[in-house]
């Protein structure tokens, strides 16, 4: 497919130009509507002439819908802008970073999007929108998939459009058990709405991930938890964060005694509730119930999702778990990986 878009660009510069602008045009839609032409021209720093006009043949195509509160996009958009994601990034200027960042850690893609997650919250829809549009591309009868919770996770699921094709066979599951205060970003409630806009079918891991050892060992010999597990480890498909380790313990409530052994062994990179050092070794596991590196490591098709320049160290740290796999992040996560892999 690159080799094609980049030819279009060499045949057709008017028309790639003309398709960057719809393409934004619709995503800001998307972003702020419902929004007024007015505002979408401040906005686009565009004329409302020009608006005006773009705004109705857009509307014509069934891709945005106007109504007294203002202009919103359709489901038919929504499909539209998740289709052209990815061909839109190779005309970007990210093309050369993406390839870089992909080199440099061994990936089978990396994915960038504008900004920086440290300094913009906003950053996380597009990481989410990038997140699922790169799902969209893979899907296909006959498929499993696991997924991790996470703010940005929700993002990807909140992102995704409900797909017009039905697949067969597909099935969603938790990566691991429920985590944290909040229901909505934990993998169970992920799993249940990735399914729904799926039309996929799912199971669910009804249990506490931060139990003891004692009880997580006893859970784990239930015929229907193993059932489950086994589902994971064959699992097509994992989804899933990286995070910082200080700051994911100290959001998971971990015991003082385990934030000073992160401290002390200079934790900088959680996933999958294993903590790891810069040189990629996992200092420290928690007891848990789910998906562990060394089984992601084995499944064919892994998409990881992180943003932020201060993930660039986390990102590094993950390395060997990243090889092979789909990796989107923003810009700056992907600058500071480059400089510190460089220079």
């Known amino acids: ?60 195509q069934g891709l945005i819908q106007i109504s007294h509160l203002g202009i919103v996009i359709a489901k038919e958009g929504e499909k539209l802008l998740d289709t052209l994601y990815l061909p839109l990034q190779m005309l970007e200027d990210f093309s050369k970073l993406e390839q870089e960042v992909s080199t440099l850690l061994d990936l089978k893609q990396a994915i960038i999007v504008k900004g920086n997650v440290d300094t913009s919250e906003d950053v996380k829809n597009k990481l989410g929108r990038a997140c699922a549009s790169v799902l969209g591309s893979l899907l296909k009868d006959d498929t499993t998939m696991a997924i991790t919770g996470g703010t940005t996770i929700f ?5 995704m459009p409900k797909r017009q094709e039905h697949y067969k066979n597909l099935m969603i599951i938790p990566a691991r058990g429920s985590v944290g205060n909040k229901v909505e970003f934990q993998a169970n409630t992920v799993a249940v ?15 506490p991930d931060n139990l003891s050892s004692q ?65 990629g070794q996992v200092v420290y596991a928690t007891q848990s119930i789910g998906v562990a590196p060394d089984v992601a490591r084995t499944i064919p098709i892994k998409i990881a999702v992180a943003g932020g320049a201060s993930k660039a160290s986390a990102i590094l740290a993950t390395r060997v778990l990243l090889r092979n796999s789909y990796l989107v992040l923003d810009e700056a996560a992907a600058r500071e990986i480059v400089q510190r892999m460089t220079y």
Not at 5 to 20: R, T
């Open 1 to 60: 497919m690159q080799n094609t878009v980049y030819a279009l660009e060499k045949l057709l510069p008017e028309a790639i130009k003309l398709f960057k602008e719809r393409y934004l045009l619709l995503q800001t839609i998307l972003e702020s509507g419902p929004i007024g032409r007015r505002s979408l021209a401040s906005l686009l720093g565009l004329s409302e002439r020009t608006i005006r006009k773009e705004v109705d043949l857009l509307t014509e």
């Open 155 to 159: 993002k990807m699921v909140e992102s």
């Open 193 to 207: 709405e990735l399914a729904k806009k799926l039309g996929a079918a799912y199971e669910l891991l009804t249990i």
């Open 215 to 279: 009880s997580i060992n006893l859970i784990k010999s239930e015929p229907q938890i193993q059932k489950i597990l086994q589902k994971i480890a064959k699992t097509d498909i994992i989804i899933f964060g990286i995070g910082n380790a200080m700051k994911m313990a100290t959001r998971r409530k971990e015991p003082q005694e385990v934030l000073g052994i992160l401290k002390q062994k200079q934790a900088v990179a959680e996933a999958f509730r294993h903590y790891f050092d810069a040189d």
